[in-house]
C-alpha cells in the first residue's frame, strides 16, 4: 500500500499537480507524523513540535491538520495545514499588542480567512506567553525583547516552512505576511532585515517606533485627564467634537458623504466652544485638551519628539480608550505596560504622568535598535522580487497615522522616487478607519486578493476596492483584530480606495 502511495505521488509531480490529494488518502497518519519529522532548520534555530491532530471539517472550514509546537529558544507557535485544498502556499499572521497568545481561540482567528483561501498558516506568541496588554514579561528580560523585536518572527516563518515541506513533501511556492499593529510592524521588520522571508507583506497601522508610539501613548493620556486623573471629556463631549470635526472637513475631499477625506486640513476645536456656538459645546479646557492630541507630543521648547505627529481629526470617538469613563481607561494597561517594560526598564512602579519630555525620550530610546522599523533601505527586499502594502487608517487612535505617511515618504526618497518605489511598495490611506479595523470610513479590504494579484499576476494595486462592515464582528461575535472582507449581504457603498501619492 505504501509502495503505490509512492507511486501515486510520483505520478502527481511529473503532471506537475499538487500532492496534496495522494497525501490526504491517509491524512490522520501524516498529521501524526509530524512531531517525529526532520525539519530541515539552521542548528541554531531548532524547533519542537508538541502536537498535531486531524480536525474534522466543520462548516465551511476543511479539514485540517493543526500542529502546535515552538522554536528556539522560546517562541511557541500553531500552524493549520489544509488537508486536501491547499493552495501550495505559507501564510504567516502576524499578532496585536504585547502578543503573547498564540493558539487561543480568538488568535487563532487570524487564520480564518487564509486557512479558507487554502494557506497553510502560522502565528506565534512572539516569545512569551500573556494577555495582549500585559508587558511584565519584558522587564529585565533581553531575550523576550530580542524575539519580540524580530527573532521569533524570523524563526517562525522558518520553522512553518518547514513544517509545510514536511507534510506536503514540497515546499510552498508563495510566502505572505499580514499583521496589523504591532503586527504591521513584524511586517516592515521582515522586509528590513529578513528580505527572503516572505513574497508579499501586508504592513497595517505598523509600529513603525516603538519609542515614539510610546510616546504619542504618554502624551494623549496626560492631555485627556486632570491632575487629578479625572477625564476631561466624556461621552458626550467627545462626540460633539468629532461631529465638529467631521462637519468642518467632510467636504475637504470634494464631497460630502460623513467621513474625512483629507484630515490634514485646518481644523480648530476652538470653533466648538461655549462662547463661540450654542447648545452641545467644548469648554476652554476641553478645546485646550484636544488641540494637545492633533499636535502630538513636544518637549518643553515646543519640538516634536518624534515624527508621527498626533492623533488626526476624526479619530475622536478612539480617544475613549484613554479616558476613564465608567471604569479604567482600556488603552492605560497596554500603553502604560508596553512603556514601563517593553520599551524601557522603568519598573512597575512607574506611571504615565511621571513622564518628562525633555528628559525621557533619550531613555525610551535605548531599545530602539531592537525594535524599530523605520530603516527606509529595502534594495535587498525589492531586488528578490519582494511587494510590500502599508495601510493606515486616517482615525487611528492608538497607531498615529503620520508614522505611516512619513516612512512611505522616506522609502520613496531612498528609492529612487515614486515610480521605482511604486513598483514594489505601495501605501493605502483609509478614510474613517481606526485602528486596523472600524470607524466610520468603508474599512473592510481584500487585501490578501490584491497581494496575490500583485506579486502572482504582476497587477498592481492602483485602487482597493473597500466597504463597511456592520456589525465588525465575526458570526459568534468575536471582533476580527485584523481588517478581513465584508461578508455577503453587508456591503454598503462600495469605495475603490486609491494607493497613496508623493508629491
Not at 476543511?62 to 489544509?82: A, D, K, M, W
Not at 467644548?282 to 484636544?290: I, K, M, P, S, W
Not at 529595502?378 to 482615525?395: E, P
Not at 459568534?476 to 483584530?481: C, E, K, R, S, V
Amino acid at each position: 500500500m505504501r509502495h503505490w502511495l509512492m507511486v501515486l505521488l510520483l505520478a502527481c509531480l511529473a503532471v506537475g499537480a499538487s500532492p496534496a490529494s495522494a497525501i490526504t488518502t491517509d491524512a490522520q497518519a501524516a498529521c501524526a507524523k509530524l512531531p517525529t519529522a526532520t525539519l530541515d532548520l539552521p542548528a541554531e534555530m531548532p524547533a519542537h513540535i508538541l502536537s498535531s491532530e486531524l480536525i474534522a471539517p466543520s462548516g465551511s472550514t476543511t479539514e485540517l491538520c493543526r500542529v502546535r509546537g515552538y522554536v528556539s529558544p522560546n517562541t511557541h507557535f500553531q500552524i493549520t495545514l489544509p488537508a486536501s485544498s491547499w493552495n501550495g502556499k505559507f501564510f504567516y499572521a502576524g499578532c496585536t499588542g504585547s502578543c503573547g497568545m498564540a493558539g487561543e481561540s480568538l488568535w487563532a482567528r487570524e487564520c480564518d480567512y487564509p486557512t479558507a483561501r487554502g494557506y497553510a498558516c502560522i502565528l506565534s506568541d512572539m516569545g512569551h506567553r500573556s494577555g495582549a496588554g500585559d508587558g511584565l514579561w519584558a522587564w529585565r528580560n533581553l531575550e523576550a525583547k530580542l524575539d519580540f523585536a524580530y527573532r521569533a518572527t524570523h524563526r517562525t516563518a522558518l520553522a512553518g516552512k518547514a513544517i509545510v515541506s514536511a507534510f506536503y513533501a514540497q515546499p510552498a511556492k508563495r510566502s505572505y505576511f499580514m499583521g496589523c499593529s504591532t503586527g504591521g510592524r513584524q511586517g516592515l521588520v521582515s522586509a528590513q532585515r529578513f528580505p527572503e522571508d516572505f513574497d508579499g507583506i501586508i504592513a497595517g497601522a505598523p509600529v513603525i517606533s516603538e519609542a515614539g508610539t510610546s510616546m504619542s501613548f504618554v502624551w494623549t493620556l496626560n492631555s485627556l485627564a486632570r491632575a487629578d486623573g479625572s477625564p476631561i471629556f466624556d461621552d458626550r463631549s467627545l462626540a460633539t467634537l468629532h461631529r465638529g470635526a467631521v462637519a468642518a472637513l467632510d467636504a475637504a475631499d470634494g464631497r460630502k458623504d460623513g467621513v474625512i477625506g483629507n484630515p490634514l486640513a485646518a481644523f480648530d476645536p476652538a470653533t466648538l466652544g461655549c462662547k463661540s456656538k450654542a447648545g452641545d459645546c467644548l469648554t476652554a479646557e476641553q478645546v485646550e485638551a484636544a488641540r494637545k492630541v492633533y499636535a502630538g507630543p513636544v518637549n518643553a521648547k515646543g519640538q516634536p519628539v518624534y515624527f508621527g505627529g498626533g492623533f488626526l481629526p476624526g479619530s475622536e470617538m478612539g480617544w475613549r480608550a484613554f479616558l476613564s469613563i465608567g471604569g479604567p481607561a482600556s488603552a492605560t494597561r497596554s500603553g502604560t505596560d508596553t512603556t514601563r517594560y517593553i520599551q524601557s526598564d522603568f519598573g512597575p512602579g512607574w506611571e504615565a504622568k511621571a513622564f518628562d519630555f525633555d528628559r525621557d525620550p533619550d531613555r525610551l530610546r535605548e531599545y530602539e535598535v531592537l525594535y524599530s522599523a523605520s530603516n527606509p533601505d529595502l534594495r535587498a527586499y525589492r531586488g528578490r522580487g519582494g511587494k510590500l502594502l502599508i495601510y493606515h487608517g486616517w482615525a487611528d487612535a492608538r497607531v498615529a497615522p503620520l508614522n505611516s505617511v512619513d516612512y512611505y515618504r522616506a522609502v520613496t526618497r531612498t528609492m529612487g522616487g515614486p515610480a521605482s518605489t511604486e513598483a514594489f511598495a505601495r501605501l493605502v490611506m483609509v478614510p474613517g478607519m481606526e485602528h486596523c479595523w472600524g470607524g466610520d470610513g468603508r474599512f473592510a479590504i481584500d487585501y490578501i486578493a490584491a497581494m496575490e494579484d500583485w506579486v502572482e499576476r504582476d497587477v498592481a494595486p492602483a485602487t482597493l476596492r473597500a466597504a463597511h462592515r456592520s456589525p465588525a464582528t465575526t458570526s459568534d461575535g468575536a471582533t476580527f483584530i485584523q481588517s478581513f472582507p465584508a461578508p455577503a449581504g453587508s456591503e454598503s457603498a462600495v469605495e475603490m480606495l486609491p494607493t497613496y501619492k508623493v508629491q
